[in-house]
């Protein structure tokens, strides 16, 4: 119990209090001649410290009931901090109280760089691992169940002519690749998990020539042979991924991406991504000596659609066209490759042009 004087705000004059020190609080008993004892409950949250020298300190009060308490001893002094000093420091405003500004801010710049840590390196690392967990039968398990959610109009007729134009190249994937013409005026493009490539009748319409379709087919097929389905739907399911990862229940994992199945057409990939299905496609394309420069027609053509502000979801993340023009064009220089007539993809693109522009 220490001894104090409180001021109330309302007159200049003191009264004399006794003065307890709880954890959360200061217990002020006013004694008074003409009245009973009355208690006042201040707590830390409330007041407001001046600071003075060893064995003095003045408190404030804000508010309804507005006080002042002045205390010189130094007992107390030292009591008051320790128990000030454990309440200020569980909040942000505690540790700048007593570590300083710029303790502060090295604080909270050292916990952005873990996060940014954790969302550059750390989530990738566990789709990746995630992916892994899982066999490539899953893969056509999800892209199934993705494509029968989609209801989507189906060209078959151009569907037929697209196979048998993908049906002309050698795919370096172990993936069975089924491919589909959806009429749409959609201007898009996509790839499932397992092997199914959709085209949009739209995005075909614009194709100037065979090389070009190549081009897009392959980009597509490099994204199911990468497996960037999988591991982009992980990473977008990071928390509840990585929990399955780290405890090895890769029953955990297929649970939770069958659940998302349906989003996989809307799924966006990261510009590595996007990179690593362009040069792979630029290497499909030169082992099947089909002209590289495809990729840079299909690319300009895309940049156009871009252009229009028509930005379809296909290219919606990819990186900025020009960028890929230019590292597409450093690759072809980097490893040019022979390419031969085919005229019979040539003939089936012609066919498929015209089957869309006739089934509009």
Not at 55 to 82: C, M, S, W, Y
Not at 271 to 296: H, P, S, V, Y
Request: include cysteine.
């Amino acid at each position: 119990m220490f001894q104090g004087s409180y001021y109330n705000h309302q007159t200049a004059a003191s009264v004399p209090v006794k003065i307890q020190l709880h954890p959360e609080s200061l217990q002020l008993t006013i004694h008074s001649t003409t009245r009973p004892a009355r208690q006042l409950i201040w707590l830390y949250q409330e007041i407001q410290p001046e600071w003075g020298e060893q064995d003095f300190i003045r408190i404030n009060r804000p508010g309804e009931e507005p006080g002042t308490l002045e205390v010189n001893d130094p007992a107390f002094v030292k009591d008051f901090r320790q128990h000030y000093k454990r309440y200020r420091g569980t909040g942000l405003n505690g540790l700048v109280h007593h570590s300083g500004l710029l303790l502060t801010l090295g604080v909270g710049v050292l916990i952005l760089a873990l996060i940014a840590v954790g969302y550059l390196v750390i989530l990738p690392w566990g789709s990746h691992q995630a992916a892994k967990l899982l066999p490539r039968s899953f893969d056509q398990q999800l892209g199934q169940l993705a494509r029968e959610s989609m209801h989507e109009d189906i060209d078959t007729a151009a569907s037929r002519l697209l196979t048998d134009f993908a049906a002309q190249m050698k795919w370096p994937t172990t993936d069975s690749l089924t491919f589909h013409v959806a009429k749409s005026d959609i201007e898009n493009a996509y790839a499932l998990p397992g092997g199914y490539i959709v085209v949009y009748s739209g995005l075909l319409e614009k194709l100037p020539n065979a090389a070009s379709l190549s081009a897009l087919l392959s980009h597509e097929a490099a994204h199911v042979s990468c497996r960037h389905s999988v591991q982009a739907l992980c990473q977008q399911l990071s928390t509840q991924v990585l929990l399955t990862v780290i405890t090895g229940n890769s029953g955990g994992v297929a649970s939770v991406l069958y659940s998302k199945a349906n989003t996989l057409h809307n799924l966006s990939y990261s510009r590595k991504f996007e990179k690593e299905a362009d040069l792979k496609g630029l290497e499909t394309l030169r082992n099947n000596q089909i002209d590289q420069t495809g990729m840079i027609t299909l690319m300009q053509e895309l940049q156009k659609i871009s252009q229009q502000q028509r930005v379809p979801e296909f290219i919606s993340s990819h990186p900025l066209t020009t960028h890929r023009i230019k590292y597409v064009t450093r690759q072809i220089r980097k490893h040019p490759a022979a390419k031969t007539g085919h005229p019979e993809q040539e003939r089936i693109f012609n066919g498929l042009l015209q089957v869309v522009k006739n089934n509009p």
